[in-house]
């Protein structure tokens, strides 16, 4: 397959185009199977300034995000089936996931080669406020990693399971609802990859990986099924590729 490339279309389908053991690094932030249909919550009317925003609190992020049960599990153990085939001997796996299912990835994973190496808990320091007060504010997402074979150790200040970030009202250069940082995209990537390594994102949405990948150096294959979020993807590509020089230049992907 072409590299440095976004593909549309469905990710399962896509990844059976790409070679067996040909990935150095996989990074993926599937659906978490969490969305609340219709449910989007108006804070800018709210009694407290700390709180209140023009925008609303989505919990609603769209039909990719809202499956049965099973039909959710069906397609982890798929596309995390097709992942684990293309990964190279000595390479890493990286998913997002939500709290409830992540120990499914390793117990799936591992039979498939894959084994375990931490959750890797990434802090929002000013997470969403609780608005009724009936439970710890939601602070953490959690990051599953598994490798195929050796693991890749870099200094000691580099290697805590634990990074944390402001949340997306503040690092935010996109509409997608479930962008991630980039400062952790390009942490992960430095980490467990090389310059000129293959890295897959399968679900690429708002481009971050493709554009992490560009900056440092190594090469990548995104997939990403919303057209919508492609031309998101590429058009935030144009306008943040840096050069050898660090400077800001545009660029067909």
């Known amino acids: 397959m072409e590299t440095n490339k976004i593909y549309q279309g469905e990710c399962v389908e896509i990844m059976k185009r790409i070679e067996d053991n040909s990935i150095d690094l996989v990074i993926v932030d599937p659906p978490y199977n969490i969305s609340k249909e219709n449910d ?31 039909e959710f599990l069906e397609f982890t153990k798929t596309w995390l089936k097709e992942c684990c085939r293309v990964l190279k001997e000595n390479g890493t796996i990286i998913s997002f996931f939500n709290k409830e299912d992540i120990s499914y990835l390793g117990w799936t994973a591992k039979d498939y080669g894959i084994r375990t190496r931490t959750i890797l808990s990434w802090h929002k320091i000013n997470p969403v406020p609780s608005f009724r007060k009936v439970n710890y504010l939601s602070a953490c997402e959690f990051l599953w990693i598994g490798s195929k074979g050796k693991w890749n150790f870099k200094q000691q200040k580099e290697m805590h399971n634990f990074f944390e970030t402001a949340n997306k009202s503040s690092y935010g250069e996109t509409s997608h609802p479930t962008e991630k940082p980039l400062s952790l995209i390009k942490h992960l990537i430095e980490i467990h990859s090389n310059k000129d390594d293959l890295v897959l994102d399968c679900f690429i949405g708002s481009g971050t990986t493709a554009l992490a990948c560009k900056q440092l150096g190594r090469n990548f294959i995104g997939i990403e099924a919303i057209n919508e979020y492609v031309d998101m993807a590429n058009k935030r590509l144009e306008q943040n590729i840096l050069n050898s020089e660090g400077k800001f230049f545009s660029s067909q992907p």
């Open 40 to 70: 989007n919550r108006d804070r800018s009317k709210l009694n407290s300034p700390i709180m209140r925003r023009e925008s609303p609190l989505k919990y609603d992020f769209g039909e990719w995000d809202n499956k049965t049960r099973e």
